[in-house]
Structure formats: structure tokens, C-alpha cells
């Protein structure tokens, strides 16, 4: 006898999990099978017809025998190597984020700390220029394939249809027909899908993939706790228009006086969306449902959890879920001990990653109401800890199963504007013309390599050729 | 030792250290130079110190150390070792340990145990060692290795080593602490001596002369779960082949260490004075020596917990001023080195105290104090000894909370919490949890589904490469004398 994995939500969110799983899980044993909840939702919270596919996502992708070309030939897509940050800093300047590493450290002291010791000699470091993804597409150049970390910006509908059709070719089954009702047992435990054709589904595990109106998750695990008094935005807003020129390889993020506004190029359009505090738009609201695996329920997606798109957290999240899902596949409905384990993780990569977002509003310059009260909010603990210690001395405080790692923060913090009073003490011991040549050197090599790409709209010119 | 400051000098540090150091140091108080066993991480201490290994061994006796032999814990007459490495690999992405459990279903006697599967068991169990490989497709390279050293020779070492880097040593006994605005000013010595400094290091022990006599940073007792308070140490004469591993044996009210040296071993008796009286843990201890005594038993008393906070104004805890775990796991030395790495990343360069820095060092200290404690309960509370009082406390006491949820977590399945910070990994607790008889009721059902012949040839093949692998290795003592140590 084979047991039924139902995944409600025929939708991207849907996608990725049947092909991660349909993967993995015995046939013999297990069927994979996608229920469409009949809405057009993405299930990842419904943003924009485009989405940032982070670097994380590569790995997912070849396992399939997808690589990135392929991805974006066959989608119209683009690529990114990282976020332009406009408007946000006090004083004006840009500020960008890159998807790949920053400097390299000397002597086992951390790059940002030497840049920190050669701005209290008077030397203006700026971290980004040490980047190799900031220094690509700060001069527009990029090829498909290149070594160089970045994400992919990707339309959504065809994304879909090429993950819809990898899950397939690895198992996974589509339902005879839309999703209408759950049957939930006295005990919490899902017992039977009930279809538009009127046929069923008696579902072994549910994965509910169905976006933000969770419709089953809503049912088996209602509880949710609520994080918009720290993410207040609370619309979204996604427009399509035409754009002349050539694309530029990475994602522009401006600030707003009720929020922000970000730009994705593709291939003769950019995608905006609006997030903002109030307006119009459709409504959403930054939540964590408490328990995300109750029962033979697990939620995951949007339905686990909901943070506004400034970073691609979502499918970083969703990867790691379903990574850990695999760890913890239950043996049978009932499954206590594997659930709490994964609610603990699945919370803490929830959590820092809600918390990296909530950095961005605490330390950024913009003047207006919203970030007077952004500025003013009391922080989580392990947040305020973080932003307390990089402002002392450019450290952070690291906890179990944050998805962002040091670098990430360090970086995020100096280029909004946040500096240290002090830097590491272990910098005096390196002798400043020593910091200086290993800048100059990294520099140097940043800059050849950069040399050698082309420029990105010829190297799209020549991916599309190949089509 | 009594206590040492750190005296900062503002505005030049020079290029060579961080500060001015001025250690204080009585000779009328004695040091413990037992054997001291350690964990892997030394060696990243001493590589960063630039000590150069062959050196070290020879002048601290030292010998190689792969794990620790555990007898008689789960029950009386068992025997496993807690390796410092892995066993097997991941199978798809799911643990080894998982696939030979599978493999030893309805045939247990026909399949490896776990401990084959692990390199540095089968060496330590051959007495041969060798350094790893970096190649890390090789099973030469699953492993990592310690040192077992004379405590007081290592603290002898060290002293040259920062003497001839310009660290200040100062004979004396601090009589009266000075407060200042900022936590202390100054250590007013017997003989009249004032030292000055921006930052104190309160090494003095036991005593917690700063941390706990001027600032009163409170203490978290953990006699609870771990109840011994109390030790006899004595040398003997080393017999037998020299293992590359520490033993500790469980004992009626408390358990017994043998740490082999290059010219003795070092033995001692961990035990409870509230389950047992000195005189009989001595006895004990004597009973079961299998060498000659070279000196006299000596008794330490301890505390075992933590002080609430490590780092208090210009105040750092290092040692056991900070707190106390019992060495079963050879942590003592690991959470004074980690404390020294914490202490230099936060370290105040220009004199200011941020209590950024002294929150930082405070959770992260705290937190590795907690897990440590957690696994050193482990040990105790995962047996089914029940032939003493003490043993009949241990098996039934209530759990910290933390632990009970680990423990429940594997004896359901086999889950084992990884964390991001906190020394021991994965492999330890598996060791743990095998080596003492915990085993999960249910395997991973992705694994349960493959077939068996497959888990039971993977299994043979790891456990054929760690035999092959350590057949090839030389024995301890060669590897020791081919480095120029006498053993």
C-alpha cells in the first residue's frame, strides 16, 4: 500500500515541494499529489508576477537538471547580483548588498573590521567596492555561467511550468480536480480531501501549500503570532511597464515615505512592487503561524509564515523546510516529537530572517513618520543584541538556525549607514600598510575580473540567441 | 595563581599585543598539576600561539589523545569510547547512524558495531596513532585528536611563552581589592605593592577573588544534576603499552580517571560527598591503581555551576573563577581557551567598556556552560545502574529541561539537535547515547524503506576501511618517538 502526500496549492510554493520530495520519497511507498486550491496564487504570498530566486535555490535547481541559463532563457528572466538600496541612508548615498562574499579577511580579522580601522586612520573604505557582484553591476556587467554568487529574478507562470514539469518527470501526480473541502478528525488529524469531481483523497501527510488563507493549516493549527507592530507594512502593489535600454543585473530597492518601492528588470520590462503602510494595494500582514507542523498537517510557505519581499526570504525558508521535512519524515499521522523538532527550527529561520528585515527599518536615515517610528520601536531581544553589539564594535551575536550568516549582517548594517564605534582590537596588530596593500591587491583583482565580463545586455543578447 | 590584570595602555598598543599585561602570581599558593586530558580544540589555541607541536609534546610529556573509553556507565562491565571523529558518512543526505540500525535489524550479531565504523575508536582500540589527512574523500581523514599533558609542565610553557613576549610577573598576594567607578581600580598586594589596570582578569580559581569577592557576580549551583564535589589525584608509574586515549570508569559514587603520560599516568577519583566519605572514595581510588604510587593522594574539593555573569564592568572571569564542570569530557582547559578567543575578539582597544561587549561574552559563555552541563548529565542519567544509592539518585533525578528534550527526541527516533555554537557535535552525543544503551525505538521510516542488504554492505564496507585504515597506522609509542618524544 502506497501513502498519499497531498499538497494543496497547485502553485509554485506546490511545485517545489512535490519535486523536492517526489525526489526523494520511495515510489513504492509514497504518492506525491498536487491538489490545485483553485486560486492563481504563487502560495509564497503573492507579491509580484516575478520572483528573486536566491543563490540558495542552485543546488534544488541541478538536482532537477535545471541550471540557471536554462532557467532564465526559458522563463524571459534576469539575473541579479544583489540589491541597489536607494534613499536609505541618511546621508544620501547608495548602498548595495551583494549576493556574494565582501573582501576577504586578513590574519583571521575580518574584512569590514580592516575597512574599520582604515576609516579611523582617515581612509574612506567603502565595503561594497570589494565585492565583486557590487562592482559588476555597479558597471552593468555580468554573463550567464560566470562564477560569481547572485540570484535570479524569474516570471513567476513559466517558473511554474518548468518546476510543474520536473516534479512530474520525478513522480509527482496532479489531482483529477480542484480542491474543495478537508474532513478533520476529532483528533486534528486530516482524513479525507474532498475534490470538485467528487472523488477524494485520504491524505497519509498534507503539506499546505495554499498561501496565506492556509486553508487547511487555518483549521488544524490556528494559532498565529503577529509581527506587523515590527513589519507594519501591510499592501502590496505590482505593476508591469515597459522599460527601454538595456537591464541592469541586480534589483533596485527605493525607499518611500510609507515603505519602499522595488524594481526587477527583465527583458524589455521592469516589474515594480509597492509595499508600503496602508494605500491601496491587497492587503497581507507579517505573521508566523505558531505551530507550522500539527498533526499530519505541515504548512509550509506562506501559509508558515509571511515576511514582506525586501530579501527573497521565502524560498530560502521553504528550501530548508522541506530539507528538514525529509530529516524528520514522519513514520505515521501522528508524529509529536518529529513536529516539535521541526517547529523549533522552522522558527528560528523564521525569526532571523524577520529580524534581518526589521534591521533595515531600525537603522535606516529616511526621513518621514513611518521610519521616525521604525527608529523609535523596541527591538527583539536577539535583534536589539545584535544591533547593540555591530554598533559597539562591528560583532554580532549568532543564534541556531538564523538564515543569514555574519557577513551578511555586518554588511547590511555598514552600508545603511550603521558604524561602529570601535573596530576589532586585532587590527592595531596588523600594520596599516599592510591592511592597505590587501585592499589594494583585492581590489585590483575585483576590478580584472570585472574587466573580463562583458556587458550583461550582450551576454543576454547571446543567452536568448541560443534559444 | 591569585589573580591577574590586564592594564591597558590607552591610545599606542603596540604592534606585537593588545595591551600591557601584568600577571600576579603567588607562589604560596600551590597549582594542581595533575594529567590533564584535553579536546581537540588545543591544538587551534596552540597553532594560533605559533607553538610548534613536537615541541610542545616533548616538554609537556604529552601524549596523543583520540577519545575517551567510558567503562562501566550504561551498566557495570560495559565499555565504549567517545571518539573525537565521525562514524560513517551520510548516506543521501541521512545519517550513518540510521542506515546501521537498519542494517542490524533481525541480525545484530552479523552486522559491525557502530564503533567500527568510527576510525579513531579502531585505532584507539589498536593503541596506533597517526595525524589526519586533509583528503577529505579518505576515511583518514573522519578524525581529529587531542592531547593528554602534564598540567603543570603545559602552565610552565606558557609562562615562557609570555614572558618573552613582555607579559609582566609580579610574586605576590592580593589582601585587599580596590573598587573603582567602573567595577575595580586597583589590587592592593601583602607587601604594599598597588597594581593598577584598565581591565582584570580574575584567573584566582576557586576563590573568585574579583569577580565574586569584590562584584558579587552570584553563582548558579548545579549539585543538582551533577553532585560530585570532590577528588582524589595521584601519579603512578605507567605499566603496559602507552593507549592514545583517557579512561574513565565508573565507580560506586562517582567515576575514575586514568590520563596516560609520557613518564606516569595520572589517576583520580571524582566523587560525592553526599553519597560517599573521603576515606572510602581513597580506599577506592587506591584499590584500583594499576600502577605503582608515586606520591601521596591528594584531595581537591569543587563547586560545580557557573556564575550568573563572567564579565562584570572591567571584570573577566576566566576559569574556574567562572564556574565548574567535572573534567568527564576533558572540558576544563577547552572553556578557558574559549574564554581567552571570546575575551580577545571583545576586547576593549581603547579602554572604553561597552556593556555591548560584557553582554556578548556573557550569553555566549553562558550558553556553552549550558551544553556542556547538559552532556556531562547525560552521562549520568542515561544508565540503568542501580547497585548505589548515588546511582539510584542519577538514574531517576529530573532532568534540565534542555536535555530531557534531546534525550526524548532520539529515544524516539534517533533525532539528534545540532546547534551552532557549543563543542560537542552530532557524533559525541551518538556516542553517548549507543555507548550507554540508549536506542531509539523507531529508524527513519526513508531509510527503513531501503533495502536492508543495502545499509548492511554499506556498514561492512566503512568498517573494513576503518580496519584497513588503522592496521596502517603506526603505534602510539612509535609515533611518539618518531617525533623525538621518549615513551
Not at chain 1, 570585472?450 to 543578447?461: C, H, I, N, S, W
Not at chain 2, 574564554?339 to 553562558?366: C, H, Q, S, T, Y
Request: proline letters at 6%; aromatic letters at 8%; one cysteine or more.
Amino acid at each position: 500500500m502506497t501513502a498519499t502526500v497531498a499538497v494543496l496549492g497547485a502553485n509554485l510554493c506546490g511545485w517545489i515541494a512535490a519535486a523536492a520530495l517526489a525526489r526523494r520519497l520511495p515510489r513504492e511507498s509514497y504518492r506525491v499529489v498536487v491538489i490545485d486550491d483553485g486560486t492563481s496564487g504563487d502560495g509564497l504570498g503573492d507579491f509580484a508576477p516575478v520572483i528573486a530566486v536566491p543563490p540558495a535555490l542552485a543546488g534544488f535547481h541541478a538536482d532537477l537538471g535545471l541550471d540557471a541559463a536554462t532557467l532564465v532563457r526559458m522563463t524571459g528572466g534576469g539575473h541579479a547580483l544583489g540589491v541597489a538600496f536607494g534613499g536609505w541612508r541618511a546621508d544620501g548615498a547608495a548602498a548595495f548588498l551583494s549576493y556574494g562574499e565582501t573582501g576577504a579577511p586578513l590574519e583571521g580579522i575580518a574584512f569590514h573590521q580592516l575597512a574599520g580601522r582604515l576609516r579611523a586612520a582617515g581612509h574612506p573604505v567603502r565595503l561594497a567596492d570589494h565585492a565583486l557582484s557590487a562592482v559588476a553591476a555597479q558597471a552593468g556587467r555580468f554573463a550567464p555561467g560566470a562564477p560569481i554568487a547572485h540570484a535570479l529574478h524569474l516570471p513567476v507562470v513559466p517558473y511554474e511550468a518548468l518546476l510543474r514539469g520536473a516534479a512530474l518527470r520525478a513522480g509527482a501526480e496532479r489531482a483529477s480536480a480542484d480542491f474543495v473541502d478537508a474532513e478533520i478528525a476529532a483528533n486534528g488529524i486530516v482524513e479525507r480531501l474532498t475534490l470538485a469531481d467528487g472523488t477524494a483523497v485520504q491524505p497519509w501527510l498534507v503539506l499546505d501549500c495554499s498561501g496565506t488563507d492556509a486553508r487547511i493549516a487555518s483549521r488544524t493549527s490556528p494559532a498565529s503570532e503577529d509581527w506587523s507592530g515590527w513589519l507594519p507594512c501591510d499592501r502590496t502593489h505590482a505593476e508591469t511597464v515597459p522599460a527601454q535600454g538595456a537591464p541592469p543585473p541586480y534589483t533596485q530597492v527605493d525607499a518611500q515615505d510609507t515603505g519602499w518601492t522595488a524594481t526587477w528588470p527583465l527583458d524589455g520590462a521592469d516589474v515594480r512592487l509597492t509595499c508600503s503602510v496602508g494605500g491601496t494595494g491587497k492587503p497581507f500582514r507579517a505573521a508566523r503561524r505558531v505551530e507550522a507542523w500539527r498533526g499530519n498537517c505541515v504548512a509550509l510557505g506562506a501559509a508558515a509564515g509571511l515576511l514582506e519581499p525586501l530579501h527573497p526570504t521565502g524560498l530560502t525558508l521553504l528550501l530548508r523546510s522541506l530539507a528538514q521535512l525529509i530529516q524528520l519524515w514522519p513514520a505515521g499521522p501522528q508524529a509529536p516529537v518529529e513536529a516539535a523538532a521541526f517547529n523549533r527550527t522552522a522558527a528560528g529561520a523564521l525569526e532571523g530572517a524577520r529580524d534581518f528585515l526589521i534591521a533595515h527599518y531600525a537603522v535606516a536615515g529616511c526621513a518621514g513618520a513611518l521610519w521616525d517610528d521604525r527608529r523609535a520601536v523596541s527591538l527583539p531581544g536577539p535583534l536589539a543584541a545584535k544591533h547593540d553589539l555591530f554598533a559597539a564594535r562591528g560583532r554580532l551575536p549568532m543564534y541556531d538556525n538564523e538564515p543569514f550568516e555574519e557577513e551578511d549582517w555586518a554588511v547590511m548594517f555598514d552600508a545603511m549607514g550603521l558604524m561602529p564605534r570601535r573596530y576589532d582590537a586585532r587590527a592595531d596588530i596588523v600594520p596599516l600598510a599592510a591592511i592597505e596593500r590587501h585592499l589594494a591587491v583585492q581590489r585590483a583583482r575585483v576590478i580584472a575580473q570585472v574587466r573580463a565580463l562583458p556587458p550583461y545586455a550582450q551576454a543576454m543578447a547571446a543567452l536568448r540567441a541560443r534559444a | 595563581m591569585t589573580a591577574a590584570t590586564l592594564g591597558l595602555t590607552t591610545g599606542t598598543p603596540s604592534a606585537a599585543r593588545l595591551a600591557d599585561i601584568t600577571l600576579v602570581e603567588s607562589e604560596e599558593i600551590g597549582t594542581v598539576g595533575v594529567g590533564e586530558a584535553t579536546v581537540p580544540h588545543i591544538r587551534f589555541f596552540n597553532q594560533r600561539l605559533g607553538i610548534d607541536e613536537a615541541d610542545f609534546v616533548r616538554r609537556t610529556k604529552a601524549t596523543f589523545k583520540l577519545g575517551i573509553e567510558f567503562c562501566d556507565w550504561g551498566r557495570i562491565g560495559d565499555s565504549y569510547i567517545h571518539p573525537f571523529g565521525d562514524f560513517g558518512h551520510d548516506i543521501d543526505g541521512l545519517p550513518f547512524h540510521q542506515h546501521w540500525l537498519h542494517a542490524t535489524r533481525g541480525r545484530p550479531d552479523e552486522t559491525p558495531a557502530l564503533a567500527a565504523c568510527s576510525l579513531p575508536i579502531v585505532a584507539a582500540r589498536a593503541g596506533r596513532f597517526t595525524p589526519p589527512l586533509d583528503d577529505p574523500r579518505s576515511v583518514g581523514s573522519t578524525y581529529s585528536y587531542a592531547y593528554q599533558f602534564d598540567a603543570g609542565l603545559y602552565a610552565a610553557y606558557l609562562r615562557d611563552y609570555a614572558e618573552a613576549r613582555g607579559v609582566t610577573r609580579i610574586e605576590g598576594r592580593v589582601e585587599h581589592v580596590e573598587r573603582g567607578p567602573s567595577g575595580i581600580a586597583a589590587l592592593r598586594l601583602a607587601d604594599g605593592q598597588r597594581i593598577e589596570g584598565d581591565l582584570f582578569v580574575d584567573c584566582s580559581g576557586f576563590r573568585a577573588l574579583l569577580i565574586e569577592g569584590a562584584l558579587k557576580a552570584g553563582h548558579q549551583d548545579w549539585a543538582h544534576w551533577l553532585p560530585c564535589d570532590a577528588a582524589w589525584a595521584v601519579p603512578t608509574a605507567n605499566t603496559g603499552p602507552l593507549v592514545p586515549y583517557t579512561r574513565a570508569t565508573a565507580r560506586d559514587a562517582g567515576w575514575q580517571w586514568r590520563i596516560p603520560l609520557q613518564h606516569r599516568t595520572g589517576n583520580g577519583l571524582v566523587f560525592s560527598t553526599r553519597f560517599t566519605d573521603p576515606e572510602r572514595a581513597r580506599a577506592v581510588l587506591l584499590d584500583t591503581l594499576e600502577g605503582e604510587v608515586l606520591a601521596e593522594p591528594r584531595m581537591l574539593r569543587f563547586r560545580t555551576g557557573r556564575r550568573h555573569r563572567q564579565w562584570i564592568d572591567n571584570c573577566v572571569a576566566i576559569g574556574l573563577s567562572a564556574g565548574f564542570l567535572e573534567p568527564l569530557e576533558s572540558t576544563s582547559i577547552h572553556l578557558i581557551q574559549l574564554a581567552i578567543g571570546k575575551l580577545i575578539e571583545l576586547f576593549p582597544n581603547d579602554a572604553v567598556l561597552d556593556p555591548a561587549d560584557a553582554a556578548e561574552f556573557n550569553r555566549a559563555m553562558a550558553l556553552e556552560y549550558d551544553r556542556v552541563r547538559d552532556f556531562l548529565v547525560l552521562h549520568y542519567c542515561a544508565t540503568e545502574r542501580d547497585d548505589t544509592p548515588f546511582w539510584r539518585h542519577m538514574r531517576t533525578m529530573d532532568l534540565p529541561p534542555s536535555l530531557a528534550v534531546k534525550i526524548a527526541a532520539f529515544r524516539d527516533r534517533g533525532i539528534v539537535e545540532q546547534y551552532r555554537e557549543g563543542m560537542f557535535l552530532p557524533a559525541s552525543w551518538l556516542a553517548v547515547y549507543y555507548g550507554q544503551r540508549i536506542m531509539p525505538e523507531r529508524i527513519h521510516p526513508l531509510v527503513a524503506a531501503l533495502p536492508v542488504a543495502d545499509a548492511r554492505a554499506r556498514v561492512a564496507a566503512v568498517a573494513d576501511a576503518c580496519r584497513r585504515t588503522a592496521e596502517g597506522m603506526p603505534t602510539h609509542a612509535d609515533y611518539l618517538a618518531r617525533i623525538g618524544a621518549a615513551a
